[in-house]
């Protein structure tokens, strides 16, 4: 578990300096460069992401149950889901109508899928990873959108085709993720239903043996 909270205490600092440190990050870059504070933030966050995958993996190996989430709880985060996918099309289709009322509408995705993930596992290491991103992603969005109003920002505004367009990749990349790549990648099929448990069925009757010419009566 250690492991995994030094992931995430690395992975999301690095994503956290215009949050906590604005004026700092400026003076940095202004100092060094914009390529090298890029190339700063890119080695932090692979330390990061490797850490939180190794960490994770290995708190699954020893499980602490916090609750057991009912099985409705999956069929809500599939959907939550869905809007994370479609929210994180529309941060790079131009011109959509998410983009333009969200402005930020990968952090928003991230908002959505840590929430989903919150909603159908139970786990400690679920609760841990999961509830931070949820966490970042919330100060990040709210911090992102008060940058917007003080620096005047207004996105262009959405064409219908654009966003329609969106939604079709985000539904698109939502359908092969969950139907085959999450499995493979993460181990867990999400829209496999628990199997029902085997009915239990009374023992067969053993016939009694026919008595042996030994114990025949004499």
């Known amino acids: 578990m250690s492991l995994l909270i030094l992931g995430l205490l690395v992975f999301l600092g690095a994503h956290s300096t215009r949050i906590f440190a604005d004026d700092w990050r400026a003076n940095l870059i202004e100092r060094i460069g914009e390529k090298p504070w890029k190339g700063i933030i890119s080695v932090l966050s692979l330390i990061g992401f490797v850490l939180i995958v190794i960490g994770y993996g290995e708190a699954r190996q020893n499980p602490v149950v916090l609750w057991v989430p009912p ?40 908002k959505a899928w840590a929430t989903a993930h919150l909603i159908a596992n139970g786990n400690l290491a679920d609760v841990i990873l999961f509830g931070a991103f949820l966490i970042w992603s919330i100060f990040d969005f709210r911090n992102s959108r008060r940058r917007d109003r003080a620096n005047g920002t207004i996105y262009p505004s959405g064409v219908l ?56 009566p004499r």
């Open 71 to 110: 099985l409705w709880t999956r069929h809500l985060a599939l959907l939550i889901n869905l809007v994370a996918f479609i929210s994180l099309a529309a941060a790079y289709v131009p011109r959509n109508s998410i983009k333009a009322r969200f402005g930020h509408p990968m952090v928003a995705g991230v």
């Open 161 to 216: 085709s654009n966003t329609l367009l969106t939604v079709v990749i985000g539904t698109i990349a939502w359908a092969v993720f969950m139907m085959y790549l999450h499995v493979r990648l993460i181990g867990v099929s999400p829209i496999a239903m628990p199997s029902s448990p085997p009915a239990v069925t009374a023992p067969a009757t053993e016939s009694a043996a026919p008595p042996s010419a030994a114990d025949a």
